[in-house]
C-alpha cells in the first residue's frame, strides 16, 4: 500500500536491513510506522541486540569550565549514550544509554562513565515499558 514510502525517506523498496557494528545485516530489525500523523523508519533496539534503554543522572563535583568541557567532550565519545541533556535542578546532565544487557550496562559504567572524572553521583532509572515514542514535532 505504500511502496513509494522508503524511497520518501532515501531506502530500498526491497528493505534495507540493518548492519550491526560485527558485519552482519538484520532484515528485520528496520520498520517503517506510516501513519497519518508520521512517516518515520523506526530501528527494533531488540532485533539490533540493545534490549537494554537506562536513563542516567549525573552531577558533577565541579561547575568550573575545565571539568564541564572534558565531561561532554567525552560523553560525545560513548556510542551507549545515544543522547545527553543539561538540566536544571539536582541533576546537571541526563543520558539516554542503550546496551545489550546488564553486564553490557555494568561494563559501560565501570570501564567507560567513571573514567571520565569529575562525577559526583550517577542515577540509574531503567526502562521497561515504553507508552509514547515518536519524534514529530508537535505544531508550533
Known amino acids: 500500500q505504500h511502496k ?3 524511497q520518501c525517506i532515501g531506502l530500498s523498496p ?3 536491513g540493518i548492519h550491526h557494528p560485527d558485519g552482519t545485516q538484520d532484515d528485520h530489525a528496520l520498520t517503517i510506522k506510516l501513519d497519518q500523523s508520521d512517516e518515520a523508519a523506526q530501528v527494533d533496539p531488540i532485533a539490533y541486540g540493545l534490549s537494554v534503554t537506562a536513563f542516567v543522572q549525573v552531577r558533577l563535583t ?4 575545565q571539568t564541564v568541557k572534558t565531561f561532554e567532550q567525552r560523553i560525545m565519545q560513548l556510542e551507549e ?5 543539561i538540566l536544571t535542578g539536582g541533576t546537571d546532565y ?5 546496551v545489550s544487557g546488564l553486564n553490557a550496562y555494568e561494563d559501560f559504567i565501570r570501564k567507560r562513565l ?3 572524572g569529575g562525577i559526583g ?8 515499558s515504553v507508552v509514547k515514542q515518536s519524534n514529530v514535532y508537535p505544531s508550533a
Open 114 to 116: 567513571h573514567l571520565i
Open 62 to 65: 565541579q561547575h568550573n569550565e
Open 121 to 128: 553521583s550517577i542515577d540509574t532509572s531503567f526502562v521497561y
Open 94 to 98: 541526563l543520558l539516554k544509554v542503550m
Open 81 to 85: 549514550v545515544l543522547e545527553c541533556f
Open 14 to 16: 526491497t528493505g534495507p
Open 4 to 6: 513509494e514510502a522508503p
